[in-house]
């Protein structure tokens, strides 16, 4: 309480200054009139010996004023009179002030905004208790390639883990829902019994899973989330108990989850139905996800031996159908799973948007600097009635704070349109962008870069502009004196740094646009054209057997190839693009040796039109055929990548190989070669994929996409499409219904966002580099206007005026585009990971930036140099 007390005691005492004042003022009095007295005694004449006292004390304004300070007033008042006196220089002076609080306003903002989805991405705790404690267990065989678990990896996980960890499984998928007006596809998470108590969450009413639910044979349940509860049984506590049917299996609802629960893998699914597993009777497939939490006094590194050791007891009894030496499990923490690499992406726009700010500071440092070059003379007259050049620097630095004030809350209102635009030109697959929002850790972030800002343009201006010499000021500054040596040097620094900060942000900008225009260019492998993609999840209860599953999809292909506009259909277990399932394999010419790895490659199960309704051209031997059934030799169809990296020197056309690790399998047999289709995204290096008849294949058979090329518009086919399903099985519905269009352009999603912003964040960049070196030769052209009338009249031409000040604009402009060059080529290295096809020391976009830079330098130089051309000599020489 003690600070509070003496700021209460200088409060009051500026409510009581004219006392305090008159007090010092008495007090003073008296002790002039002793030493007047004691003067008189000395033999001094009266005038005289008041004259000598007086002269004792020194400057009397000054001592009331320490002596005012003394008494508890003078701080708090000294301030709020440089606080009003810096209102009236900032009102004084509107278009600087303008100009300033805009500039720190949009650099603020922009920081903001960014910083607010790094915070609710990056920075924020997951929802959970102890989300640190919160991990994804995956099966690894290489640095680069993770995958799931099977059903055999979660039971012996659950079985030999649980003194280290909770065990949960889960899957995520849609799922028909009956019972209603219409069918409709529900996104739904299947998921083992300890799932909610792993995440530690509760529900909002009814319970989640208990001990034994998730064993075959017991009753099925579900937990709802509450958008479903809300829509569907309207908020009502009666929906505990009631029955859903879902795939046709009817479940029970027993708990509704709170409105803020998240699943594990972003977003929040509608239903929650238990994962009830079978005993496997082979490994794999490996399509389960789970998700740990390590138990409390357990260390990383006993977890890690833990899991070498369940991997040690289980590997060997499942090697007839898995054999893989290199895999095992790795333990990865949940919020790195969230992130994925939009940890990069934001911080290195949070990075150029720093860049940013930092040059927006230099520029109104630069503003100050000229600013109160203008008031010397107001600065050196003050000095002279006493103020101090501490005192000085405090009045100054007060007019900064307060740009720092107006430009912070310009950027936290600007923050706010920021977010929604940031939001909105965002990728759909960054995850948790539905709690980025303006929050304590926002407000704070603003408040610190309107801090820096300050602390960047504020102290250099002010500790720079309070010149130690008041002589020359008061001896006549006008247009014409020359400027400090040491603020002129400062003004140097700052345009340098401006450019050596402005570098390393064009050169990123123009290597993500150079990587863009080399993604754009990539050749998918097949025509998106007209092509409409819908996925048919069957229902495992009514498709309980596979041939139900293959007959549904060989009638519904033949009533959609006779729908008029239609030009082929065909199914597929995985779409082009967005990836899906991988297989291992085994050649039968280079089988894998014992204990070594084998080879994986994309696999996927496709109907026989697949190639020709995609366009994906054959390159030798044939395509899959009707006649490859499922009592036939099974066959597949490779890529030529594949092709390429497997058989160099051989024809494939005739190999054999088995897939999936298992050995009592038949060899299938390779019947052709077709072009490489971009699978796993634009920018995936290896195309090696596998393509089986969906009827030899059926592990999938409920999950098959629909793709159909039609003549028109592909949405316009939706209707005929669920019509047809409609009559074949009332119950379903389509699901996740996309053009191909739109999936090539979401595939480009990630880059578009990084280019778009950092081309916006470069762009304002250079504009503040420009502004910065055109503002410098503007204000030397004014400084140096006798100079320039001398030379005029002493026969110098323009082209001697303009040399003279485009070549001091350009050396400044040159040093900071060599130091922005050095700090390039060490920055960019962090934008390896996010470029395709370009390196991050690629020399035609370096060479590119600095030609841009250095041309808009000259540009910026030669408009001020022009107007130097102009001075009438006899003008210059008599304003000054």
Request: proline letters at 6%.
């Amino acid at each position: 309480m003690e600070w509070f007390n003496i700021a209460l005691a200088r409060l009051r005492a500026i409510w009581r200054r004219d006392r305090v004042i008159n007090d010092i003022n008495e007090e003073m009095r008296l002790h002039v009139e002793m030493e007047t007295q004691t003067n008189i005694d000395r033999g001094m004449r009266p005038a005289e010996a008041y004259g000598a006292a007086l002269r004792s004390f020194g400057n009397m304004g000054r001592i009331r004023d320490i002596a005012y300070e003394i008494r508890g007033g003078g701080m708090i008042e000294t301030l709020l009179q440089d606080t009003r006196y810096g209102w009236r220089m900032l009102l004084k002076h509107p278009g600087f002030t303008f100009v300033a609080v805009l500039t720190l306003g949009l650099s603020i903002g922009a920081n903001t905004a960014i910083f607010s989805v790094v915070n609710g991405v990056l920075l924020k705790p997951l929802p959970y208790p102890e989300p640190e404690r919160l991990e994804r267990v995956f099966l690894q065989n290489s640095p680069t390639n993770r995958f799931g678990l099977s059903v055999a990896d979660v039971q012996a996980l659950e079985k030999n883990y649980q003194q280290t960890a909770l065990v949960a499984a889960f899957r995520s998928q849609n799922i028909t829902l009956t019972g209603g007006e219409v069918p409709e596809q529900i996104p739904c998470t299947f998921a083992t019994g300890p799932f909610f108590k792993t995440l530690g969450v509760a529900p909002m009413l009814g319970r989640t899973f208990l001990p034994g639910e998730d064993r075959p044979g017991t009753d099925r349940v579900v937990v709802i989330s509450h958008d479903f509860w809300q829509r569907r049984f309207a908020a009502s506590p009666a929906a505990i108990g009631q029955h859903l049917t879902l795939d046709g299996v009817s479940y029970t609802i027993i708990g509704v989850m709170p409105p803020d629960f998240m699943s594990p893998e972003g977003g929040v699914p509608e239903l929650w139905p238990i994962l009830q597993l079978e005993t496997p009777k082979r490994r794999g497939p490996f399509y389960l996800r789970v998700i740990t939490r390590r138990n409390a006094g357990v260390s990383e590194q006993h977890e890690r031996e833990a899991l070498l050791r369940v991997a040690r007891e289980l590997f060997p009894q499942w090697s007839s159908s898995f054999t893989d030496a290199n895999a095992t499990y790795v333990a990865v923490p949940l919020k790195q799973v969230f992130t994925k690499d939009f940890g990069t992406t934001l911080f290195v726009l949070l990075g150029a948007v720093g860049c940013v700010l930092l040059i927006a500071s230099v520029n109104v440092a630069n503003l100050l600097l000229a600013k109160t070059t203008a008031r010397q003379q107001e600065i050196a007259i003050r000095a002279a009635l006493g103020a101090g050049r501490l005192r000085l620097v405090r009045q100054l630095l007060t007019e900064s704070i307060l740009l720092a004030v107006l430009g912070g809350a310009t950027g936290l209102l600007l923050a706010v349109w920021g977010v929604h635009l940031l939001l909105a030109l965002g990728p759909n697959n960054i995850p948790r962008l539905d709690e980025v929002k303006i929050d304590g850790w926002v407000l704070g972030f603003a408040a610190l870069s309107a801090l820096f800002s300050c602390l960047v343009f504020g102290l250099p201006a002010s500790l720079y502009s309070v010149s130690p010499n008041l002589g020359d000021p008061l001896k006549g500054g006008g247009r014409g004196s020359s400027e400090v040596p040491g603020r002129r040097r400062l003004r140097d620094l700052l345009v340098v740094s401006e450019f050596a900060l402005a570098l390393p942000l064009l050169v990123g900008a123009g290597l993500m646009i150079h990587s863009f225009l080399k993604l754009q260019q990539v050749n998918p492998g097949f025509d998106p054209d007209h092509l409409l993609t819908v996925q048919l999840p069957l229902p495992a209860l009514k498709y309980s057997r596979t041939e139900q599953a293959v007959n549904f999809h060989k009638e519904l292909l033949r009533r959609i190839e006779t729908l008029p506009g239609v030009k082929s259909a065909s199914i597929s277990t995985n779409l082009p693009l967005v990836g899906g399932e991988t297989n291992n394999f085994n050649l039968e010419i280079r089988p894998t040796p014992p204990g070594e790895s084998e080879t994986v490659a994309e696999f996927m199960a496709v109907s026989p039109e697949y190639f020709r309704t995609l366009g994906v051209p054959l390159l030798k031997g044939r395509y899959l055929s009707e006649q490859d059934t499922a009592d036939a030799q099974p066959v597949m169809v490779i890529s030529q990548a594949m092709a390429r990296r497997y058989f160099p020197t051989e024809d494939p056309i005739g190999m054999r190989l088995k897939t999936g690790g298992c050995r009592e399998c038949d060899w299938t047999t390779i019947v052709g070669v077709v072009g490489d289709v971009k699978n796993e995204g634009l920018s995936a290096e290896d195309d090696s994929a596998m393509y089986c008849p969906f009827v030899q294949e059926p592990s999938n058979i409920r999950m098959m996409t629909l793709i159909v090329r039609a003549e028109v518009d592909p949405t316009n086919m939706v209707p005929a499409v669920r019509r047809e399903v409609n009559s074949i099985d009332p119950d379903l519905a389509l699901a996740d219904i996309k053009t191909m269009d739109r999936l090539v352009s979401a595939s480009l999603g990630p880059s578009r966002y990084r280019v778009v912003l950092l081309g916006i964040f470069a762009t304002a960049a250079l504009l503040l580099a420009a502004i910065g070196i055109y503002g410098v030769s503007a204000y030397a052209v004014s400084q140096r206007t006798h100079e320039i009338g001398i030379r005029i009249a002493l026969g110098a031409q323009k082209r001697d005026i303009l040399r003279l000040v485009v070549g001091q604009g350009m050396i400044l402009s040159l040093i900071g585009v060599a130091l922005g060059v050095a700090a390039s080529v060490a920055l960019t290295r962090s934008l390896s990971s996010l470029l395709y096809g370009v390196s991050s020391t690629d020399p035609v976009t370096f060479v590119a930036v600095v030609l841009l830079l250095i041309g808009v330098a000259l540009l910026a130089c030669y408009v001020p140099a022009r107007r130097a051309t102009n001075i009438d000599p006899m003008i210059a020489l008599r304003n000054e």
